[in-house]
């Protein structure tokens, strides 16, 4: 007779929504992460070539899993498809001490931090794989009642 065991369906420690990073040059991303992010490594998986097949790192509470771009299989890196859509968020302690520490690392500040209308001091940078990122710091709770007030008089709709 089998003993059935119940598996969770969500790996422990993982989240319903883990997003998964393309980069042409997935090793230097996972360094790059590391010093700007803070980031932990936690796997890697390489081919016999040394490409990364799966790697996962951890930024504060999460994964993200990365991969080396691999044209054959359709997995583009922002660089191959010129920019990216995607904005991958991120709450921090210190969004000012954070998004300074990455621009030292070598990313690009592509919106600086201030003190948005929604209640948190938010900024947004690029990374230099082409990956888009938003980092804020949660300063004051706004109500969503007061919420479309508030973006009308940050200005930011006309």
């Given at each position: 007779m089998t003993k059935h065991v119940k598996i969770d369906p969500v790996p422990r420690g993982m989240h319903t929504v883990t997003p998964q990073l393309t980069c042409a040059g997935a090793a230097?991303?996972?360094g790059f992460y590391k010093k700007a992010f803070g980031a932990v490594e936690t796997a890697r998986l390489s081919d016999d070539q040394g490409k990364i097949m799966h790697a996962s790192?951890?930024?504060?509470?999460s994964d993200v899993m990365l991969v080396d771009e691999n044209p054959e299989w359709g997995?583009?890196?922002?660089?191959?498809l010129r920019g990216s859509p995607v904005?991958?968020?991120?709450y921090v302690a210190d969004v000012d001490a954070f998004v300074d520490k990455a621009e030292k690392a070598g990313a690009k500040i592509t919106m600086p931090v201030a003190d948005m209308f929604w209640g948190d001091r938010y900024g947004?940078?690029?990374?230099?794989?082409?990956?888009r990122w938003s980092v804020a710091t949660h300063i004051r709770d706004v109500d969503r009642a007061d919420m479309p007030e508030a973006m009308r008089n940050s200005g930011a709709v006309k």
């Amino acid at each position: 007779m089998t003993k059935h065991v119940k598996i969770d369906p969500v790996p422990r420690g993982m989240h319903t929504v883990t997003p998964q990073l393309t980069c042409a040059g997935a090793a230097d991303a996972i360094g790059f992460y590391k010093k700007a992010f803070g980031a932990v490594e936690t796997a890697r998986l390489s081919d016999d070539q040394g490409k990364i097949m799966h790697a996962s790192i951890r930024i504060g509470d999460s994964d993200v899993m990365l991969v080396d771009e691999n044209p054959e299989w359709g997995a583009l890196s922002p660089q191959s498809l010129r920019g990216s859509p995607v904005t991958i968020h991120l709450y921090v302690a210190d969004v000012d001490a954070f998004v300074d520490k990455a621009e030292k690392a070598g990313a690009k500040i592509t919106m600086p931090v201030a003190d948005m209308f929604w209640g948190d001091r938010y900024g947004a940078l690029e990374d230099p794989f082409g990956h888009r990122w938003s980092v804020a710091t949660h300063i004051r709770d706004v109500d969503r009642a007061d919420m479309p007030e508030a973006m009308r008089n940050s200005g930011a709709v006309k």
